[in-house]
T-cell receptor, first 117, second 110 residues
Framework: DTGVSQDPRHKITKRGQNVTFRCDPI?????LYWYRQTLGQGPEFLTY????????KSRLLSDRFSAERPKGSFSTLEIQRTEQGDSAMYLC???????????????FGPGTRLTVL | GQQVMQIPQYQHVQEGEDFTTYCNSS?????IQWYKQRPGGHPVFLIQ?????EVKKQKRLTFQFGEAKKNSSLHITATQTTDVGTYFC??????????FGKGTKLSVKP
């Protein structure tokens, strides 16, 4: 399977614990995005990378959230001191930027569903 | 700021009936993309529309981009139970991210 993969698929944690999610994008893609989706809502943008550089972070991404893409390949999203409000599906998407015409085609992974008890 | 509204929020149809969802923007869009998310699944890219007045077809799905590039529609002919899911129209944010609305949730009664 050469699509976007995410690990783990499900995570249950207690409030106050730290969690880390991993995303492996499609291999030739240079952009990687993180989104968060809660029930009944569309995905909300969190942050994105072009190669290894983190180019933008949403105001939704509090100081407890950090993301890395150390070698421009896979990415990790860490949430420190989790809160119940962090419970959501965390989606990763990747794309290949060829030219700037606005949004490019993004391919989503299956997501990591986080439940904070 | 730029806002895109999608209607209806929910649509229930009998299998075989047609279905249409509409996106309307307050400002001109450079492009618009459509995604489908099945229940419990992740968004899957359907199509991107770039040109004014563009019409594209994928089997039973017809996508249109308005002449003013402020509205778009997705029409499904003769719905099937496999069409169930939420359909999102998205446009690009300033960082290249996709701006999702709430989408249109389609249910199909067999």
């Amino acid at each position: 399977d050469t699509g976007v993969s995410q690990d783990p698929r499900h995570k249950i944690t207690k409030r106050g614990q730290n969690v880390t999610f991993r995303c492996d994008p499609i291999s030739e893609h240079n952009r990687l995005y993180w989104y968060r989706q809660t029930l009944g809502q569309g995905p909300e943008f969190l942050t994105y990378f072009q190669n290894e550089a983190q180019l933008e972070k949403s105001r939704l991404l509090s100081d407890r959230f950090s993301a890395e893409r150390p070698k421009g390949s896979f990415s990790t999203l860490e949430i420190q001191r989790t809160e119940q409000g962090d419970s959501a599906m965390y989606l990763c998407a990747s794309s290949l930027i060829r030219f700037q015409t606005g949004a490019d085609t993004q391919y989503f992974g299956p997501g990591t569903r986080l439940t904070v008890l | 700021g730029q806002q895109v509204m999608q209607i209806p929020q929910y649509q229930h149809v009998q299998e075989g009936e047609d279905f249409t969802t509409y996106c309307n923007s307050s400002t001109t869009l450079s492009n618009i993309q459509w995604y489908k998310q099945r229940p419990g699944g992740h968004p899957v890219f359907l199509i991107q529309l770039v040109k004014s007045g563009e019409v594209k077809k994928q089997k039973r799905l017809t996508f249109q981009f308005g002449e003013a590039k402020k509205n778009s529609s997705l029409h499904i002919t003769a719905t099937q139970t496999t069409d169930v899911g939420t359909y999102f129209c998205n446009y690009g944010g300033s960082q290249g991210n996709l701006i999702f609305g709430k989408g249109t949730k389609l249910s199909v009664k067999p």
